[in-house]
T-cell receptor, first 117, second 110 residues
């Protein structure tokens, strides 16, 4: 299957700072990327959908001004957690899909663990 | 909201078959049934998907009920590496969104 990478794999930051997480599709062009958040012992929660070259679509209850998403190219999407607070500590996971072919499978990255002190 | 129902946990012994059930009584005609699994501290991994007919791949088999209101993921011979949380998901064909439910935590004992 296709490979999706995330960077960094883990990050620790101070409260009030901003953190950027990158999601890259390594061997295919991703027309759509999704961002999820997962708290300990819970399921994944979809945060937003981003399409290359257009504004992200956020799920209900997700603050778009706090979680800035940029999908500037077909292989890169970034999630910036602005003014992070301890309650933003979580496992952030991206996925990517392509319109190539009849069925556009979704491939997940390995996740980024964010800890806000 | 998640549109599937799965047992919270299941157990199996190594090298035995495992049948993981999923109910999706509100499935629409165009919803694909997907199964992903997630190992601790990793992103989800695709397992299998299907629409109406049963499906087989190198990882598992997917048995879909005739009315499509339920499905079963079959691991033919469980290994310790199969211990994970297994998610049954109906994919929204309009938005391609995957809405994860609570999944089934599979424990495999040697």
């Amino acid at each position: 299957g296709a490979v999706v990478s995330q960077h960094p794999s883990r990050v620790i930051c101070k409260s009030g700072t901003s953190v950027k997480i990158e999601c890259r599709s390594l061997d295919f062009q991703a027309t759509t990327m999704f961002w999820y958040r997962q708290f300990p012992k819970q399921s994944l929660m979809l945060m937003a959908t981003s399409n290359e070259g257009s504004k992200a679509t956020y799920e209900q209850g997700v603050e778009k001004d706090k979680f800035l998403i940029n999908h500037a190219s077909l292989t890169l999407s970034t999630l910036t957690v602005t003014s992070a607070h301890p309650e933003d500590s979580s496992f952030y996971i991206c996925s990517a899909s392509s319109l190539a072919g009849i069925y556009n499978e979704q491939f997940f990255g390995p996740g980024t663990r964010l800890t806000v002190l | 909201d998640a549109k599937t129902t799965q047992p919270n946990s299941m157990e199996s012994n190594e090298e035995e078959p495992v049948h993981l059930p999923c109910n999706h009584s509100t499935i629409s005609g165009t919803d694909y049934i997907h199964w992903y699994r997630q190992l601790p501290s990793q992103g989800p991994e695709y397992v299998i998907h299907g629409l109406t007919s049963n499906v087989n791949n190198r990882m598992a088999s997917l048995a879909i009920a005739e009315d499509r209101k339920s499905s079963t993921l079959i691991l033919h011979r469980a290994t310790l590496r199969d211990a994970a949380v297994y998610y049954c998901i109906l994919r929204d064909e309009d938005t391609d969104k995957l809405i994860f439910g609570t999944g089934t935590r599979l424990q495999v004992f040697p």
